[in-house]
Nanobody, 124 residues
């Protein structure tokens, strides 16, 4: 059964860092484009970053460029999201998902098979 499991979230101070992991089960993650998304309280889910199956192509939302880095280790069936210089606006539940529509867009409608999410709270 195909499944994505996120981990690594928690309470982080403003300016701090955290690394999220997305592990794939029941399929070969190396063959899939993976995206990270987040949903803040009272807001719609939004795209944060996406990575091609090879890892050579990445995309970032403007709000996280220069602060977040997406990467993958296909040998471990894992995609990572390194988050630095965090601020309160980064608070939310972070999800990973598999690309379903090959339109080049890092958007919710193009992805599926969502994980359960991991909570990131940026607060002092």
């Amino acid at each position: 059964q195909l499944q994505l499991v996120e981990s690594g979230g928690g309470l982080v101070q403003p300016g701090g860092s955290v690394r999220l992991s997305c592990v794939g089960f029941g399929f070969t993650l190396a063959q899939s484009e993976i995206g990270w998304f987040r949903q803040a309280p009272g807001k719609e889910r939004e795209g944060v970053s996406c990575i091609s199956s090879s890892g050579r192509s990445t995309k970032y939302a403007d709000s996280v460029k220069g602060r977040f880095t997406i990467s993958r280790d296909n040998a471990k069936n894992t995609v990572y999201l390194q988050m630095n210089s965090l601020n309160a606006e980064d608070t939310g539940v972070y999800y990973c998902a598999i690309r379903r529509l090959y339109n080049g867009r890092c958007e919710v409608a193009s992805f599926g098979s969502w994980g359960q999410g991991t909570q990131v709270t940026v607060s002092s």
